[in-house]
C-alpha cells in the first residue's frame, strides 16, 4: 500500500478478502448447458467485518449450485493485483479489480478459520431468473470481462452483485429502494466499521469531502455487503419475497458494530488543548526568559508539527488536485492543514538556532493559518458547507490558537530578541 501517500488512501478503498489464489476450475455445467434452470440455486452470501484493513468493511459473494450434479461456485468481484503497476493506478484512482470464482467448501473455510461470520440467503428465484443469473455470473469471469475501474462506494463488490440481482428482477430491488432514503450518510456507514482503528477513521474524516455527507438511499447504501442483506430481506417480487430463508453457515463471536459511529472529538480535543497549550506556555516561558530549553522545546514543537500535519496537508493537495479520487476534491480541510503548514518543518531548525528572521517567517504562517481557521468557521454558518469536520475543528482551533498567541508574543517580545546571537558592527 506501499509509499507513505499511497499508504493511506489505499486502506480505504480496499475494503475486500485478501487476495485469494485463482485455481482453474473445470467449466461448472451451467456454463455448458449441461444445467437444468429448476436444479440450480442461487445465494447471496456476506462475510462479516475482519482482523486486517483491507477486511473491516467485510465481503460479498454469490453461490451458484447444481443440486443434481453437486457442483457449486462462489463468484466475487474482489479480486487485485499488486503487481502490473496497481500503485501508480492507484495513486490516480484508477484502480481494477476483478471479479473471480472459487471452491464453496475452500473459501468457507478460510472465513471460519478467521472467526468471520459466513451469512447466506437463498433467493427466491424464477428457474429462468437462476439460469439466467448464472449465465451472468460466469460470463463475468471470463478473462475478458472480469475487470473493471473499482470506486469505494459506486463500483465494489457488493455493488456489482446488487446491479446484477437487481437487472434479474427487472429492476425490483431499485424500485423498493426508490423512495426510501437512509438517515445516515456514506462517512457515518463508513465509520461504523472502523470501531477499531482510531487512526483510520481519524484519516478518514481529514482527506473526504462533503460529497459523503449527504442523506443518502438504501440503493446506495448496498456499496456494503450488510447493505445487500438488509435490502434483500425487505424486497417483495410478484407473490413473493426475494430471500426465501437464510442462515449462518458460521456463526462468529465478534462483538457486534455499534448503531453510531465511535466518537472522535474528545481525543482530538484533548490532543489540540495539550499541543495548544504548550506551545502557549513555551512561547511565554521564552518571551521572559534567554534560556536555550524553551526555545529548543518550541522549534521542535513546531518542526515535529509541521512534518505531520504538513505532509498530510501535501497528500490532501495532491489527491484533490491531480488524481481521480473525486471524495477528496474541494476539501474544507485544506483550510486546516496546507502545504504552506510544511514550511514549519525547515523553519523549526532556524528557529532552534536562534535566527530572528525564522521567528518572522513562523509568525506569518501561524497567522495566516488563524485567517484560513476563522474563514473556515464563517464559512460553517451557511448550509451549502456541510462537510462533516468537526471532530477535526476540536483539535485545529485550540492548537492554531495556542500556536499563533505564543508567536504574536515571543515577536513583541524584547527576552526573546536578546537572546538572539547579534550580528557584529
Not at 444445467?35 to 475482519?50: K, M, N, T
Not at 431468473?129 to 470506486?151: F, I, S, T
Not at 438511499?217 to 456494503?224: A, C, G, Q, S
Request: charged share 15%; hydrophobic share 45%; net charge neutral.
Amino acid at each position: 500500500m506501499k509509499p507513505v501517500s499511497s499508504l493511506f488512501f489505499l486502506i480505504i478503498l480496499l475494503n475486500t478478502l485478501p487476495v485469494f489464489a485463482q485455481f482453474r476450475l473445470e467449466p461448472a455445467p451451467w456454463e455448458s448447458g449441461q444445467s437444468r434452470a429448476e436444479d440450480l440455486l442461487i445465494q447471496y452470501v456476506s462475510f462479516s467485518p475482519g482482523d486486517d484493513i483491507t477486511t473491516y468493511w467485510g465481503h460479498a459473494g454469490v453461490i451458484v449450485a447444481d443440486t443434481v450434479r453437486q457442483v457449486s461456485r462462489l463468484y466475487n468481484f474482489g479480486l487485485f493485483s499488486l503487481g502490473d503497476g496497481m500503485l501508480a493506478r492507484f495513486a490516480m484512482g484508477r484502480l481494477i479489480f476483478s471479479s473471480g470464482q472459487s471452491r464453496v467448501a475452500n473459501y468457507f473455510e478460510w472465513y471460519r478459520s478467521s472467526n468471520r461470520d459466513v451469512h447466506i440467503q437463498t433467493l427466491n428465484f424464477t428457474p429462468a431468473q437462476r439460469l439466467a443469473l448464472a449465465h451472468d455470473l460466469a460470463e463475468a469471469v471470463k478473462p475478458e470481462n472480469r475487470d473493471y475501474l473499482y470506486h469505494h462506494y459506486y463500483e465494489n463488490c457488493a455493488t456489482r452483485i446488487r446491479d446484477m440481482i437487481d437487472r434479474q428482477t427487472d429492476g425490483a430491488v431499485a424500485e423498493w429502494c426508490a423512495d426510501r432514503a437512509s438517515t445516515e450518510t456514506y462517512r457515518e456507514l463508513t465509520r461504523r466499521y472502523l470501531t477499531q482503528s482510531a487512526w483510520l477513521d481519524i484519516l478518514l474524516l481529514f482527506v473526504m469531502n462533503k460529497q459523503i455527507d449527504r442523506p443518502i438511499t438504501d440503493w446506495e447504501r448496498m456499496f456494503l455487503p450488510d447493505g445487500l442483506t438488509e435490502v434483500f430481506r425487505h424486497v417483495p417480487l410478484s407473490g413473493r419475497m426475494l430471500v426465501a430463508e437464510e442462515g449462518y453457515y458460521f456463526k462468529s463471536d465478534r462483538p457486534a458494530l455499534p448503531e453510531k459511529p465511535v466518537a472522535r472529538w474528545p481525543i482530538l480535543l484533548t490532543a489540540g488543548l495539550i499541543i495548544g497549550l504548550s506551545a502557549l506556555v513555551l512561547g511565554s516561558w521564552q518571551a521572559r526568559s534567554t534560556h536555550l530549553a524553551p526555545r529548543f522545546l518550541l522549534g521542535l514543537l513546531n518542526g515535529f508539527y509541521g512534518l505531520i500535519v504538513g505532509l498530510a496537508g501535501l497528500l490532501l493537495f495532491l489527491m484533490a488536485s491531480f488524481t481521480e479520487h473525486d471524495v477528496t476534491f474541494y476539501n474544507e480541510n485544506m483550510l486546516l492543514a496546507n502545504p504552506l503548514t510544511f514550511l514549519l518543518f525547515p523553519l523549526s531548525f532556524a528557529l532552534i538556532a536562534g535566527r530572528w528572521q525564522a521567528l518572522r517567517q513562523v509568525y506569518f504562517i501561524w497567522a495566516i493559518q488563524l485567517v484560513f481557521l476563522l474563514v473556515l468557521l464563517l464559512m460553517k454558518l451557511f448550509p451549502v458547507f456541510y462537510q462533516y469536520n468537526y471532530p477535526l475543528l476540536a483539535f485545529f482551533i485550540p492548537v492554531t490558537i495556542g500556536f499563533f498567541l505564543a508567536h504574536h508574543r515571543l515577536n513583541r517580545s524584547a527576552g526573546f530578541a536578546s537572546s538572539m546571537p547579534q550580528a557584529k558592527g
